[in-house]
């Protein structure tokens, strides 16, 4: 009964900010690796951020010094903090969990969320 519901998405112009969160539920998560990934039309799923049971992030180079991620293992809650977004940021942002560690391999997580659309206009 593992869920994973992403919200926050929404339409923005370039240069806004934007905020996702994702809740976890059916399971202890508090150990377990948490990331973001993005889908845009037509493109494979790319990775975005990744923060491990203890706080420790990696973020994809397209992001890095522009968005944050971070985590509240009491709350098993995992969210992403998005600034100076681009019109090439634009996607469907999935929340994942990977219940050995992080990765950067959309194939290496075991749990998704059912995506939340980020559009940013020019």
């Known amino acids: 009964q593992v869920q994973l519901v992403e919200s926050g998405g929404g339409l923005v112009q370039a240069g806004g900010s934007l905020r996702l969160s994702c809740a976890a539920s059916?399971?202890?998560?508090?150990?377990?690796?948490m990331a973001w990934f993005r889908q845009a039309p037509g493109k494979e799923r790319e990775f975005v951020a990744a923060?491990?049971?203890?706080?420790?992030?990696t973020y994809s180079d397209t992001v890095k010094g522009r968005f944050t991620i971070s985590r509240d293992n009491v709350k098993n809650t995992v969210r992403l903090q998005m600034n100076s977004l681009k019109p090439e940021d634009t996607a469907v942002y999935y929340c994942?969990?990977?219940?050995?560690?992080?990765?950067?391999?959309?194939?290496?997580?075991?749990?998704w969320g059912q995506g939340t659309q980020v559009t940013v206009s020019s």
């Open positions: 923060i491990s049971w203890n706080g420790e992030s």
């Open positions: 994942a969990v990977n219940a050995f560690s992080v990765s950067v391999h959309s194939r290496e997580y075991d749990y």
């Open positions: 059916g399971r202890t998560f508090s150990r377990d690796g």
